[in-house]
């Protein structure tokens, strides 16, 4: 499929699930779970990128996340702020913006966290970025501004544009993030920039001494997702209407944006896709049925099962059985003669 | 800032103290991920099992918990085999890459919290001790007997591990296994028996460990999560393998964070730690005493 029929086909699906959901779900809470399991599409597929693609292993998805969504939180006060302090008055900043600045702020904390991490390879990333967690963690929960250690209150416009409630707008706003994001990881995979990212993953040394131009891959690829990630978390103060930092920088979303991807299968851009929608229904359910306690007994169990069992994930699995079937219908014709 | 003498005299040995502790925290660690290079970010979850486990006895039976932490530590041995034959079946002996071994006990620390969350609740758990309480004044010095039992305790045991694998000959194949796997099968030895013993160590000392945190403060489940970035902060500070590096790291760590602790405030310490760690990480990957 050409990258501009992909594209086009992603926008149709995605117009098409939103219309006829908006349509036939008067439930508010179908958006509230809805939102949730696309803003892991966007967090996975965001993860997969520089996870899959390029493996390089974040466990520090809760520092993007949390940095988007406590961008929103400023730009919010903004208005408040330059009013009290300037007596300028400006309107609310609408949410796309913001969508956009916690994206451009997380995405500079990436190319930064790629520049700081440039020498280290594995493990040693891995546990950088988790540190680096702690570390955003920790100024926020310093300043004061953004609420603290307390959190803060986030009203809601009292009107939302496109019509329906507020949440049908989040949940359209993360419909779009989601298509992008999904298009974004598409277009990389088929593109000579994947083809470089591919070759990190297998042999960062080969890649160098073959011209791959790795230092600058590995930032675009650390930017990229960093990038995508604050997107995901932008609208988060208006969806929770209250912002804490022990919430936001949940060690969930960490666990999550490794698991969808593992479970899916890192190779192709389907599968943070497949992991996100059926884990993140998963864990809806049984927050409903059963307790949110238990729902991440079962991403952890389910990561732990698949890495050890299936370790390429579903796509994996599929593309092996795929093979297999190949396998046999060339041997068969042969069998047959013989006979 | 005017900075009084006893006040930094205090946080300094304060975090010698707590420097101590630790150390136990990171020996295993050092082990695992040092020698044995398997990055056991789930290390914390085995820790506040050890918690948890002196917790129960102690609460039932009022037994010292420190007796109890060694009277756990050959079950901790075994459950450390039994988890690295799994580990070695699953990864190492399919020469899987690294990022499915590492999600794997990324997803054992969320089952271990989880699961104690769900047994025990988010209270926070404490144990019962005479030295919990009292402490020993020396002159300007106060030093809490909580801190100084277990540090003491801590370096003892680290002591006692640098002669077990400098002297015994089990001690020197795992030395051999972390240098050079392939020429110890030219020896006849089996890499892999070797290296499920040395685990099982590093898992044995998660149980003194844990019952030295719960002995320094109140536990509940998601405490471990601030000890990942600080075990492994300490053991690329003190160059991955080395005993003696680790203790000076743990040390350097703990008066670091102590004196941040009580100059700017507690809410600061974990970012100076993990600062630390992003500094070294950055600058100098070979770690401050490494080779």
């Known amino acids: 499929m050409r990258n501009g029929f992909f594209w086009i086909a992603a926008a149709v699906v995605g117009t098409a699930v939103l219309v006829l959901t908006r349509v036939f779900f008067t439930n508010e809470y179908f958006f509230f779970a809805a939102y949730v399991v696309l803003q892991y599409v966007v967090l996975s597929t965001a993860w997969n990128i520089l996870g899959g693609y390029t493996g390089y292993t974040n466990f520090g998805t809760g520092a993007f996340f949390a940095l988007g969504a406590y961008s929103s939180v400023v730009l919010h006060k903004m208005p408040t702020l330059l009013h009290g302090s300037f007596d300028l008055t400006i309107p609310q900043i609408p949410l796309p913006i913001m969508i956009v600045v916690g994206g451009i702020v997380s995405g500079t904390v990436g190319l930064g966290t790629g520049y700081l991490t440039l020498r280290l390879r594995g493990v040693f990333f891995a546990i950088a970025t988790l540190a680096l967690a702690i570390v955003v963690q920790t100024l926020i929960v310093n300043w004061d501004y953004v609420g603290g250690s307390r959190g803060i209150y986030i009203i809601r416009p009292a009107l939302a544009p496109l019509g329906g409630g507020y949440i049908q707008y989040l949940y359209t706003l993360m419909m779009v993030l989601a298509v992008i994001s999904v298009g974004i990881a598409r277009t990389i995979e088929r593109s000579r920039l994947g083809l470089g990212f591919a070759a990190i993953r297998d042999d960062e040394l080969a890649a160098e001494a073959g011209g791959v131009p790795t230092l600058r891959l590995k930032l675009i690829a650390t930017t990229l997702s960093g990038a995508l990630m604050g997107m995901a978390g932008a609208p988060l103060p208006y969806y929770v209407t209250y912002l804490d930092p022990t919430s936001s920088f949940n060690l969930a979303y960490a666990v999550n944006s490794v698991a969808m991807p593992v479970i899916g299968g890192m190779t192709s851009w389907i599968g943070p896709v497949i992991g996100a929608i059926l884990l993140g229904t998963i864990q809806q359910l049984a927050t409903v049925t059963i307790s949110s306690a238990l729902n991440l007994l079962i991403v952890g169990l389910l990561l732990i099962g698949f890495v050890i069992i299936a370790p390429n994930g579903i796509v994996g699995l599929v593309q092996a059985r795929r093979r297999a079937r190949g396998a046999r219908m060339q041997t068969q014709p042969q069998a047959a003669r013989a006979a | ?291």
């Open chain 2, 1 to 291: 800032m005017a900075v009084s003498l006893d006040l930094l005299v205090n946080a300094i040995v304060a975090g010698i103290l707590l420097g101590g502790f630790y150390a136990a925290v990171t020996v295993g660690v050092t082990i695992s991920f040092g020698m044995l290079d398997i990055a056991n970010i789930a290390q914390p979850a085995f820790i506040l099992l050890g918690s948890y486990a002196a917790y129960i006895v102690n609460s039932y039976l009022g037994l010292d918990p420190i007796l109890i932490g060694i009277v756990m530590l050959p079950v901790f041995y075994l459950l450390g085999m039994a988890v690295y034959r799994l580990y070695y079946y699953s990864f190492e002996s399919r020469g899987e890459q690294a990022i499915q071994g590492l999600a794997f006990f990324f997803g054992l620390l969320f089952v271990g919290e989880v699961s104690l969350v769900l047994i025990f609740g988010v209270d926070y758990r404490f144990v019962e001790a005479p030295y919990i309480g009292p402490s020993l004044h020396l002159g300007l010095v106060d030093l809490p007997l909580r801190m100084l039992v277990p540090c003491v305790t801590s370096l003892l045991m680290i002591a006692l591990l640098q002669l077990y694998l400098s002297r015994s000959f089990i001690g020197r194949a795992i030395l051999a296994v972390s240098q050079d796997g392939v020429a110890l099968q030219l020896m006849a030895a089996s890499p892999m028996r070797i290296k499920q013993i040395a685990f099982g160590i590093s898992t044995a000392t998660c149980a003194l460990a844990g019952t030295f945190l719960i002995i320094i403060q109140p536990v509940e489940p998601s405490i471990g999560r601030d000890y990942i970035g600080r075990i492994f902060a300490i053991c690329v500070l003190g160059g991955m393998t080395s005993f003696p590096g680790m203790v000076t790291a743990a040390m350097l760590i703990g008066i670091v964070e102590s004196i941040t602790a009580t100059f700017y405030g507690p809410s600061w310490a974990p970012a100076v730690a993990f600062g630390f760690l992003l500094l070294t990480l950055a600058v100098r990957p070979a770690g401050l005493l490494g080779r």
